[in-house]
Every structure is written in structure tokens, then in C-alpha cells.
């Protein structure tokens, strides 16, 4: 990493005794990363960035002000104290304005491996090679992006909370589309050890689907039983996952306040079906993620057990004002599954299709939390209990609400990236009835 | 607190040392200007000296101020400040790119040597190499023009600013309202291996609000976003736009919004906005025509384009009253700018992408015009920051005006019968290779009769890009066209934010299909285990 974390101390230390404010609170990320994308069949960018920020946030009373810089030295450090102070005098007091939070004990993440730290960059494009290779004899090209990440993460306060951790992760996703037959295939993965990394397996997965997806046929939208590969569920139960939050329903502008009645709280009400579970920990090496949410610990968390509402996210304000305990939004995502293998959840269902990916997920209404995405990359018929030739994609608007309340089956998780975030989360395959396909898309 | 309460909690001397709070990052500025030189001969030297056949060096200082204000409470006061740079290199036909925060000599040769190393861990079994133009060389200084440099702006002026916004919102009767304006100063120096030494300095502004009202009886909520756009402006902008009665106004159409009839779904006859049009040039026009997308350099992620090279000059991409423009050097353009971040000069690059309905060009960066057999870049090169790649991103986009300037958005409401006008943006979202949209909005007043008649709610429409526009039939005229556009235009891995800006004119589409979001949902949220009407289960587990 940019920086070493005897470093991180030190800047963080000196940038706190710098600070005349009432509370300050430091926090420096720093990182290598290496990002490679290809294209065609050829690598078409190489980058090796080596970067660091430092942010700011000094309080005087109730106001408070936040100053970010990329520099270090003494002069900056100077500079950047004596700008937050300035602009925290002039801000507005903020009567939800909390002071720092108090030092607490964080469990040791585990994010973190020296392999992955230590590899070459030469070495990373290398890993390339044979799967570029492949596609080049396969006959399909292939476009990917190849991400490794080395960082730390450094959170001091004027409360003596000082706290460390460090991370690495290698993102891998590639693109396999075939010349002819508008065939496209896509798959992914995401490790913290590039020794769990296994590239090739990746690439055979993507050229298998664009193989498999060529010359597509037409099939009438409309509501249907679908089989949901896990890239495909991460992405939209997440979007479920970042709402549950407490502040909104109290005010009234959540999707939950039209599940329960006025008055009543959603905590432990049935509002999803009976193997909808979720979970967030930081510990499970699923997915692993920091200890720590701005110097809050994470724990394993259920949000959703068998059905029923089990927590919500409270800030710390808000926590204070309705005398909660705070609550920390999720690091990451766990969804136990029923260990099914794809093939067998695709033998459960007579007439449906199997969605391999899915993207451009957007909110098309708060109050249902019905959002409206597409599906790419490999789109399947199923016909009694057998994949029956691919289908053109479609355009969905359907909520994660529903999804989550017709499971029909779940098959084994894994981690895999997400269609427009690497928020880590560890998701099996579902069954879902009654999906909304709501038009055809001509894009292969 | 009120508003102007906090004011005198203010010392003098505070208000003189935040008032000069970006001096310091000019100066800093100032100070790169007087070393650039050095570090660009260093290297490039060392870079050319390792094998590259093209290099070019990056040093970029981007500063930004955002407030938030959430009600009465100001929450949000930050500034941020970042400073690198980064060099780029083409070895054998294979780029290599480095960055850092490191603005020493040792630095940037350090940089050099890394990105050629990474460019040359390919060799071997690289396919094609890539091949670039030469650019002519370039010695230029340019800045945007603002009225008032948003930075030298005082706090207080702006936060008083987003307090009256709120105060109007909650006095109208909303039960929330959040209010927002972020304003960013990229300052850039580019030196390449063609002989260009280029500074230039850009700066944007972005005011937003958000007013809610809520229903705790039905569990229902409405919010209403302000229509102002973002610009490539100065404090000018929020300053003159007239929010205050705009939020007065969005509290009516929330409330409205919230009691209006549910759409009826079906073809109807569509006047949109150009506060709702631009995001669809932007995403069916803007995206499609970008030639990296459409030669496969995007298919991981942003995908691909159903618009390929076979289709210029060929495609009837629109109604003959389309012509959709591209150019780089728009008053007030979010992507107007001198030069590219490739060093190629703007002036002169202007394009038609669309003629009279027939897609005409691609927008393209370095290395890609000759790929389709065209004449070099049209100027479209983009990093957005340091530690950023160059891709090829969107010019300023717009759709020009129809051929009677008299035309208004009531004369081509006047032609619908039985339709929708369309203001601002909702939801939006579009197939890997642009086929299949589908958009929101922020108010939907029904058509009848060629007259306004009232609010509806739960609308989408959706469709086919080409068929779309050419749907198009009527135009307004040239005093009804408005500069609008994005922020924060996303593309490329990692993900980069590009601002770009769409003029556009209301506009008249016939037979849309249109859509009842609320029947999407299902009706009100579903049913657990609701049944299927199509598709269905082998056997259950």
C-alpha cells in the first residue's frame, strides 16, 4: 500500500495535535491498485495507481466542516487543519451534529493477504495470457477487467479512537461475445488471496454461455417463473439491503411504512417469504469486509431471518433522538442458500427462464421499491426441467420485495461481482415465481 | 438556529480566513505552472528514452466544494482537494499508465518507468498492436469563462442561499426538503510527445433540491426534484435561478403528484421537455454513437452499440426534423474545454452525429477515427482525474432546433389529442447496447384535447431508440431550447464521472408505448406467494 500503517499513525497523530477544534476526526485511505482492461481479444490499458487521501473533520461545538486533500507534507497538513477550522467556524450549527465516536475494541479483519499484496504487476497482466489465449482459439472475443486492490484504511479521533485495517481484493470479470450468432457470455469472481483466484475457470464459464446463447429467439414477455443465477440476485437484493434503514420509516418515506399499519414497526413482522435470510458479517471469509463502519463495529448481523424483519440501519443521531442503539449499515452480504446445484434448481421448473446477469438497475418506485433492469449476457428458456435454447433478453420492473417473497428454491452461494458494485456479497442462485418481464430487448 | 442567526456567531477574521480558503489551492496551482515544464521534459524524456513511441504527461488539480442542507440544518460543509498526475505511454503497440500523488522530478520519471514496464509485460502475445495519429503540437492557456468564480464566493452567501430554498419548500408545506450544490474547478496540464504543453481550467456548478410530502394515513410519498441543470458556469447560476419559486411549485406538484389519476398504459402522443429530453439524447444518441462502445472496447461493462460503422451514412436514425449536433466548445457546455484531454484542439472539431435523421459520425479519441476508416479524433478524450485513463467520452450533445423558430411546447401540445408532457427526470435505464429504454420523469400533466389536463402519476415510457425518433414530429423553435444536462455521466472500469451538457427543444413523439408502473409493482407491493400467470414450476421444493 501507498503507505505503511506506522506511517498512517503517524500522520493521523500529527494531524491531531495540529487541530485547536473542539473534536476532529482523521481518516486516510491509501491504496495500490492495478486495473488491466481488455478488449478484442487484446489488453487495451494497463494502469498502475498509487494513491492516497486524507480527510478532515473538525468540529466546534455543533458545526462542523469536512476538508479532503491528496497531499502529506508538513505545510499541507498545516494548510488542511487550518481550512477545516476556518470553514467549521463558519458553518451553521447542525443540531443533529454528533460528536466523534468513543474508542471501541474491533474485531481483526481479515481482508487482508500478503500474497495478493506482493504479487508483480508484470506478473498480474501475465495471469492474462491463457485466458486470452483460449478465447483466441475458441474463436470468441473478449473484453475483461482485470482489478487488484492493496490498501489501507486509517480512522483517528479526538476521542482517542484510533483504528487500522488493511485490505486486499482482486476483481476479475470478462466478456465473451461470438462473432457470429449474437452469442455473449459473462462471469466473475472477487478473492481476497489471489491463491482462491482461478481465471481460467472464469473464461470458461463466460465462452461457455456465449457459445450456448447464440442465435437467440423471440419469447413473449410477461410474468414467469425464472431461475436467477447468483450475479443476478447480489444485485438485486442488495438494492433491497441499502433500504432497510430506520430513519426513513419513521419519517414515513420507506417502502415499509405501506407493509405495516400506521403506528405499527416493522421489526420481526412476517413482510417476506419464509427462506428469505440475509445477513451481513464482517468476519465470514465468504466475503470478508472491515471490522468497523466509521469507527462502529460490525458484527454478524441478521436482517432478515426466515422471513421476518430483524434489524434495521439507525444512525447515530437517530439512534440518540428515538433511544436506539446505532446501528451501522451492512459491509457486506450473506445469503445462505439450500445447496441445490443450478441444474437441479433448473429441473424444478416446467416453463421459465434462466437469467445469467442482469444490469442498468434502476428505482422506478420508492413507495414498492420496484426498480427496472435488463438482461444480458446468456438468457435461457427452460422447458421441463431442461435448458431449451437461448431466448433474447428482456427488460424487467419488478421489486426485490416480491422477489424476496417468492422464493421457490436456492441453490449454493458464491461470490461474485455485481453488474455496477463490488460491495462483497456471498449469494446462491434462486428460483423466483411470478417475475415481471415486462418487454424484449434486442441487445445480444 | 435561523438562518442568518449563525452569522453573528461569525468573527470577522474567520469570515477573511474561509473566504480566502481556495487562494491556497490557486497558489498551488500557480506553483505546478512553474514546474510543469521540468517535470514534462523529464518525463517524457525518460519514456522516450525506455522505448515509448508516444508519451504524455498528466498533472491534474481538481477542487471541489459541496454543501448540503437537509430542512433548517446545514450538514453538509466540505471541500476537497486533490493533486497528481500520471503518464501514459505507448510501447510496442501496447499502452502502459501510471499515476500517483508524487509531483517531484524523481516522481514523475519513476512514473515513466512503471508505465512502461506494464505496457511491456504484454510483449509476446499482444494481437493487434494499437496505432495513433500524430497531433499537431499545441502551446495554450485556456479558462473557462465564468461570470463569478463560484470559489471566491463566500460561505455564507451560499449556504444563505440553500436556506431560503428550504425555508420556501417547508413554508409551501413540505414535510422534508434537502438542498444541495456541489461546484468542482479542474485545473489541467497536459504535455505529450508531439510537443504539447496545454493548461486549461474548467469549472462547473451543480445546484439541486428535493422537496417531499408524505401521507401517514396511506403509507404514500411523493418528492419532487428541482428542473435546474447543471453548468459549466459559475455562482451566476444558482444565484439566478429562481428556486425560490420553484420550490413553492414543486411542493404543489408533490402533492398533486401524490392525489393524481394512475396512467392509463398504452401508445399515446408525447411532448417532452428538454428537462426530460436531454438524459434520452444523452442515453440513446450520446451513448450509442460512442466508437469505442461499438468496436467492443466497452462489452465487459457499458456494453456495445446496436449503432455499428456499417450503419453511418446509412441509418435513418430519426425523423427527417432530427439533427442532433456534437461539439466541445457550447457557452455553458459541462464538456466544453479548449483542448481534449488527448491535447486536440476543439475549435473546428464541431460534428453532426444525426443529419436530418441519418447517423453521420462517431465520437472518437486518439488511436480510433482510422479504426473506421476516418480522419483523426474529433476531441473527445476525457480523464476525470489524476489516476484516470483517458477514454473517449461524450462532446456536448444537442438536438437542434426545428425549422419554424416560432414554435412553442404549447403549439405541439396543441397537436396532441390524447397524450402526456413530460417534465424532468425520473428513472432511467437502457439495454448493453442501447436498444430498449425506458424512462421516467418528474411531473406527467395529461393531454387533452391539445390542452393541459392535470397531473398523472405512475408513468414510463419505454421503447426502441431508432424507433423513437423517428416517431419524432414536431420540434420547437430555437427560443424555446434549453442547455441541460449530467454531473456525473458514468463509463468505463474503474468507473469515471464525465459532465457533459444537451441543449434540446421540446419535442412531439407519436404512439409511445407507455407504461403503469403501479401495475408493474403488481398492485400494491404483491402478495406473498402471489401466483404465477405465465411460466411455471416443475415441482416445488
Excluded at chain 1, 462471469?187 to 456465449?210: F, H, N, P, W, Y
Excluded at chain 1, 438468457?379 to 420492473?397: C, E, H, K, M, Y
Excluded at chain 2, 403509507?219 to 429562481?242: K, N, Q, T, V, Y
Aim: aromatic share 6%; glycine share 10%; charged share 20%.
Amino acid at each position: 500500500m501507498g503507505l505503511t500503517p506506522a506511517a498512517a499513525r503517524t500522520l493521523c497523530d500529527r494531524i491531531l495535535d495540529l487541530v485547536a477544534a473542539d473534536s476532529a476526526t482523521v481518516h486516510i485511505s491509501a491504496a495500490d491498485d492495478q486495473h488491466v482492461r481488455f478488449a478484442n481479444n487484446d489488453i487495451s490499458s494497463s494502469a498502475l495507481i498509487d494513491q492516497l487521501e486524507l480527510t478532515l473533520t473538525v468540529g466546534y461545538g455543533r458545526r462542523s466542516a469536512t476538508v479532503a486533500t491528496t497531499a502529506t507534507d508538513e505545510r499541507a497538513l498545516m494548510r488542511l487543519v487550518d481550512q477545516a477550522q476556518a470553514l467549521a467556524k463558519l458553518a451553521p450549527e447542525d443540531p443533529e451534529h454528533m460528536p466523534p465516536v468513543k474508542p471501541a475494541r474491533f474485531a481483526e479483519a481479515i481482508a487482508w493477504s500478503d500474497r495478493t499484496a506482493n504479487a508483480a504487476p508484470e506478473d498480474a497482466v501475465g495471469w492474462l495470457r491463457p485466458v486470452i489465449e483460449r478465447a483466441r482459439a475458441a474463436g470468441v472475443d473478449t473484453a475483461g477487467y482485470l482489478t487488484r486492490s492493496v490498501g489501507g484504511s486509517t480512522l483517528a479521533n479526538s476521542s482517542g479512537l484510533f483504528v487500522q485495517q488493511r485490505s486486499t481484493s482482486v476483481g476479475f470479470s470478462l466478456t465473451a461475445r461470438t462473432p457470429a450468432g449474437r452469442g455473449s457470455g459473462w462471469a466473475s469472481t472477487q478473492v481476497t488471496d489471489i491463491r482462491d483466484l482461478d481465471l481460467a475457470a472464469v473464461g470458461e464459464q463466460a465462452i461457455g454461455k456465449a457459445l450456448a446463447s447464440r442465435n437467440p429467439v423471440a419469447r413473449a414477455p410477461g410474468r414467469t417463473t425464472v431461475v436467477l443465477e447468483a450475479a443476478a440476485v447480489r444485485d438485486l437484493v442488495c438494492w433491497l439491503l441499502w433500504r432497510l434503514e430506520r430513519r426513513p420509516f419513521d419519517e414515513g418515506r420507506s417502502f415499509l411504512n405501506r407493509l405495516v399499519e400506521q403506528g405499527s414497526d416493522p421489526l420481526g413482522a412476517a413482510l417476506f417469504g419464509n427462506s428469505a435470510t440475509l445477513l451481513s458479517d464482517p468476519l465470514d471469509p465468504a466475503a470478508p469486509c472491515a471490522t468497523h463502519a466509521d469507527g462502529l463495529p460490525l458484527t454478524r448481523t441478521p436482517w432478515i431471518e426466515n422471513g421476518r424483519l430483524k434489524s434495521l440501519a439507525v444512525g447515530r443521531y437517530w439512534a440518540r433522538k428515538q433511544g436506539l442503539p446505532p446501528q451501522p449499515t451492512p459491509g457486506n452480504l450473506l445469503m445462505p442458500g439450500d445447496g441445490k446445484s443450478l441444474d437441479e434448481l433448473v429441473g424444478m421448473v416446467d416453463d421459465g427462464i434462466l437469467i445469467t446477469r442482469i444490469w442498468y438497475l434502476r428505482e422506478l418506485e420508492p413507495e414498492t421499491l420496484l426498480v427496472t433492469g435488463l438482461t444480458r449476457d446468456g438468457t435461457f428458456a427452460i422447458q421441463q426441467g431442461r435448458l431449451a435454447g437461448p431466448v433474447q433478453n428482456f427488460r424487467f420492473n419488478e421489486s426485490p420485495l416480491n422477489i424476496l417473497r417468492r422464493i421457490v428454491a436456492s441453490g449454493i452461494p458464491c461470490r461474485v461481482l455485481g453488474s455496477e458494485s463490488d460491495f462483497p456479497a456471498h449469494v446462491p442462485p434462486l428460483v423466483v415465481a411470478d417475475f415481471n418481464l415486462s418487454s424484449i430487448s434486442d441487445a445480444s | 438556529m435561523q438562518r442568518r442567526d449563525w452569522f453573528k456567531h461569525v468573527s470577522v477574521a474567520g469570515l477573511a480566513l474561509a473566504a480566502g480558503r481556495w487562494q491556497v489551492t490557486t497558489a498551488r496551482a500557480a506553483g505546478i505552472a512553474d514546474v510543469f515544464s521540468s517535470l514534462a521534459d523529464s518525463a517524457l524524456g525518460k519514456a522516450t528514452a525506455l522505448g515509448a513511441s508516444f508519451a504524455d504527461l498528466h498533472v491534474m488539480q481538481s477542487d471541489s466544494e459541496s454543501l448540503f442542507v437537509r430542512e433548517e440544518m446545514v450538514q453538509g460543509v466540505r471541500a476537497d482537494s486533490t493533486l497528481g498526475c500520471s503518464v501514459r505511454v505507448l510501447v510496442n503497440g501496447a499502452w502502459g499508465f501510471a499515476a500517483s500523488t508524487d509531483l517531484s522530478v524523481a516522481g514523475v520519471v519513476r512514473l515513466a518507468e512503471s508505465a512502461v514496464a506494464i505496457a511491456r509485460a504484454q510483449a509476446g502475445w499482444r494481437g493487434q498492436p494499437v496505432e495513433i495519429e500524430t497531433l499537431p503540437a499545441h502551446s495554450a492557456r485556456w479558462e473557462q469563462p465564468v461570470d463569478v468564480d463560484p470559489f471566491t464566493v463566500p460561505l455564507e452567501e451560499k449556504v444563505e442561499r440553500l436556506l431560503a430554498i428550504s425555508g420556501a419548500a417547508r413554508v409551501a408545506g413540505a414535510d422534508f426538503c434537502t438542498v444541495g450544490l456541489q461546484q468542482v474547478r479542474e485545473r489541467k496540464w497536459l504535455a505529450n510527445s508531439f510537443g504539447s504543453r496545454i493548461e486549461q481550467t474548467r469549472i462547473r456548478v451543480a445546484p439541486t433540491f428535493t422537496a417531499t410530502v408524505t401521507d401517514p394515513k396511506t403509507g404514500r410519498f411523493a418528492s419532487r426534484d428541482s428542473l435546474a441543470p447543471p453548468r459549466g458556469a459559475g455562482w451566476e447560476h444558482p444565484r439566478d435561478w429562481d428556486f425560490i419559486a420553484e420550490a413553492t411549485l414543486a411542493v404543489e406538484q408533490a402533492r398533486e403528484k401524490m392525489a393524481a389519476p394512475s396512467v392509463t398504459p398504452g401508445r399515446k402522443d408525447l411532448v417532452i421537455a428538454p428537462s426530460n429530453l436531454w438524459l434520452t439524447i444523452h442515453e440513446t444518441v450520446g451513448h450509442p454513437t460512442e466508437l469505442d462502445r461499438a468496436l467492443g472496447y466497452e462489452a465487459n461493462f457499458a456494453g456495445t452499440s446496436f449503432c455499428t460503422p456499417d450503419k453511418l451514412d446509412r441509418l435513418q436514425y430519426g425523423s427527417e426534423l432530427v439533427t442532433i449536433r456534437a461539439d466541445r466548445t457550447a457557452s455553458q457546455g459541462l464538456a466544453t474545454t479548449a483542448f481534449d484531454d488527448d491535447g486536440v484542439e476543439t475549435a473546428g472539431k464541431e460534428f453532426p452525429i444525426i443529419e436530418r435523421g441519418v447517423f453521420r459520425n462517431f465520437q472518437t479519441a486518439l488511436g480510433q477515427a482510422a479504426l473506421i476508416g476516418r480522419a483523426g479524433s474529433n476531441a473527445c478524450a476525457y480523464a476525470d482525474g489524476f489516476a484516470a485513463f483517458p477514454l473517449q467520452r461524450m462532446p456536448n450533445i444537442s438536438l437542434q432546433p426545428g425549422p419554424d423558430p416560432a414554435v412553442t411546447v404549447a403549439d405541439l401540445i396543441a397537436g396532441v389529442d390524447d397524450g402526456i408532457y413530460i417534465e424532468g427526470n425520473g428513472s432511467w435505464s437502457i439495454d448493453q447496447q442501447r436498444y430498449n429504454f425506458q424512462f421516467t420523469g418528474t411531473v406527467f400533466h395529461r393531454i387533452t384535447g391539445g390542452r393541459l389536463d392535470g397531473m398523472l402519476r405512475d408513468v414510463a415510457y419505454q421503447g426502441n431508440s431508432v424507433d423513437f425518433w423517428n416517431a419524432c414530429d414536431g420540434l420547437g423553435g430555437a427560443a424555446a431550447c434549453e442547455l441541460r444536462g449530467a454531473f456525473h455521466c458514468g463509463k468505463g472500469q474503474p468507473p469515471q464521472a464525465a459532465p457533459v451538457s444537451h441543449a434540446a427543444v421540446p419535442a412531439r413523439f407519436r404512439g409511445v408505448n407507455v407504461l403503469n408502473t403501479a401495475a408493474e409493482a403488481g398492485g400494491r407491493a404483491g402478495a406473498a406467494g402471489g401466483a404465477c400467470n405465465g411460466g411455471s414450476l416443475r415441482r416445488w421444493a
